[in-house]
């Protein structure tokens, strides 16, 4: 007798092929068959009218901190994520010296725009090295799974102290082999993978630049060769891939061994260095380098409303006067002062003007009726403005003043230059790409992205109307077998017996995102994003059922992935 039988579903397992009507059984955490009719189980689920896939993986989060407090990892558990992978982008928190926190908090909040007083607050820094980081990440349950990677900027500041983040400062001999010997020693503890930043846009809230940016071709070469030595692990990279950036890279995963996976957008400064980058992807996979190019699904969009990081006027000196107001106390004031807000609308003295009051032609209204994250031009705050006959600055006020001050306006900042989806719609079917831009967990007070997997499959396989759909099956393989393989978790990702049952059950007709809204429940009372879904009737942790009808069950049976 099987544990479960889920039965009479339309089975999409992961692999890319046709979709199937089929049971699935489970047995000690693990499928156990896939087929018609299979026999008797302690728990049946009808599946009938149902979509029965692999659990999600996200390769691309940022919960490095959250995950030491919140045993659910929201946003992504709440979008069919049972695998989540964070240390990105060259940031996180081991290894760590005692007392030498702040660094590692400062550098986590001005780059992935987490409060350092709620870091401060949650994370227990009972370690020292990436090692005992995993064994405690290990000693907590949790309703996903979850994998860590070592961050370079950790790592360097570890070894050469505040010579590490001074960029005129570069690493000894000696220097070089000891974070080259804790980078081998953490790969073969588990790490899942290395990573580095070499972008501008991240810096620390002081302002500096993160510590990896200047990193020389010989302490990426060293490291690469601790990636050889220990022969597991992925180089994932941030970078903005100037002159000579990529060929530093590709030889550092030839020197390693180990794939590359490079983080890639399209920026509005330079639409078409994606597809420059892209072609040196591919040419490196031609040559034999194992390469991969991680790319999103929707625009990346910063959201402004009157309680999140910045808005329109935000910069606006009038502004102070709310800044640190509550969110209701706020709304109240100019809800009930026609005066203050003819003076917030007005313009700005020179120098305090919001780059969003200037853009307001890139800025749309998300609105819970409609929650379009590909927008016509048309749509936008500075167009209906204009077909009204109003004030650009009053209407997108008014938006965000709108359900008692919870309205909320998307300014698409990456991936959007042509004002639609056709770029998006050819990374995601480039076979050199695989998802990852998801970010849950970071940018909690401007982006919320972490619905990426919900949005993956209503948008591209059901609702598009701007260009073509894709195959959910091609979908779901992307999200699930493709992202798990990429980072060489082979026992997920897949509904064929001996793998992982880790499975979704969704009511794909009903599958749809809500509006992302404010909540205020991180660590000491800090505020951040989330979006949730409604749709997804089942989901399943190694065989263990973790959300029902869209609420989690709080049963924690999420663990550890070690390389």
Request: hydrophobic letters at 40%.
């Amino acid at each position: 007798m099987y544990d479960l039988v889920i039965r009479g579903g339309r089975v999409i397992d992961g692999s890319g092929a046709p979709a199937q009507t089929a049971d699935v059984a489970v047995t000690d955490g693990r499928i156990a068959a896939v087929g018609g009719k299979l026999g008797p189980a302690r728990r049946e689920i009808d599946a009938d009218g149902l979509l029965v896939t692999p659990g999600f993986v996200d390769i691309h989060t940022h919960y490095d901190g959250q995950a030491t407090w919140d045993p659910y990892l929201t946003p992504s558990s709440w979008h069919g994520v049972t695998t989540a992978v964070f240390g990105n982008c060259g940031v996180g928190f081991a290894p760590v010296r005692p007392g030498a926190t702040d660094y590692l908090i400062n550098l986590m909040e001005g780059v992935e725009d987490i409060p350092g007083t709620v870091l401060s607050e949650g994370v227990p820094f009972t370690w020292e090295s990436f090692p005992q980081y995993m064994d405690a990440l290990a000693a907590m349950p949790r309703a996903i799974d979850i994998g860590a990677q070592v961050p370079h900027a950790a790592l360097r500041f570890y070894v050469m102290g505040e010579r590490g983040a001074d960029h005129a400062q570069m690493p000894t001999d000696d220097e070089l082999a000891r974070m080259a010997a804790l980078l081998e020693e953490s790969l073969l503890s588990g790490a899942l993978g290395f990573t580095t930043s070499r972008t501008t846009k991240h810096r620390a809230r002081d302002g500096r630049l993160t510590p990896s940016l200047s990193a020389r071709e010989p302490e990426l070469f060293a490291l690469a060769r601790a990636m050889n030595r220990a022969g597991r692990g992925v180089l994932e990279v941030n970078s903005d891939f100037g002159p000579g950036e990529f060929e530093a890279l590709r030889a550092a995963a030839e020197i390693a061994r180990r794939p590359l996976s490079c983080l890639l957008v399209q920026v509005n400064k330079t639409p078409d260095l994606w597809r420059q980058t892209l072609d040196q992807i591919r040419a490196a996979r031609a040559a034999g380098v194992e390469a991969n190019a991680q790319v999103g699904c929707r625009p990346i969009g910063v959201l402004l409303g009157l309680d999140t990081t910045v808005n329109p006027f935000s910069a606006h000196p009038v502004w102070a006067s709310l800044r640190n107001l509550s969110a209701a106390e706020r709304y109240q004031r100019l809800a009930h002062d026609a005066e203050l807000r003819q003076r917030l609308i007005a313009p700005a003295p020179e120098g305090a003007a919001s780059i969003f009051a200037a853009e307001l032609s890139k800025a749309y209204p998300l609105t819970a009726g409609g929650l379009d994250y590909e927008p016509e031009p048309s749509s936008s705050v500075t167009a209906q403005a204009a077909a009204r006959g109003v004030d650009p600055r009053a209407l997108a006020l008014d938006l965000m003043m709108a359900d008692g001050g919870t309205g909320l306006l998307l300014h698409p900042f990456e991936n959007y230059c042509g004002g639609n989806l056709d770029v998006v719609h050819t990374m995601l079917t480039d076979d050199a790409c695989v998802l990852g831009v998801a970010d849950g967990g970071a940018h909690v007070g401007v982006i919320c992205d972490a619905g990426a997997p919900t949005y993956l499959l209503t948008h591209w396989a059901r609702d598009r109307t701007r260009g073509p759909r894709l195959a959910l099956e091609f979908l779901v393989h992307k999200q699930t077998r493709e992202a798990a393989l990429a980072y060489g978790m082979a026992d997920r990702g897949l509904l064929a017996p001996g793998c992982k049952a880790d499975i979704n059950v969704i009511d794909f007709d009903r599958l749809r995102l809500l509006a992302p809204e404010v909540v205020y429940d991180l660590p000491a009372g800090g505020k951040r994003l989330v979006q949730k879904a409604e749709g997804y009737r089942h989901i399943f942790v190694s065989g263990v059922e973790t959300l029902q009808a869209d609420q989690h069950t709080g049963e924690l049976p999420g663990q550890l992935v070690r390389s």
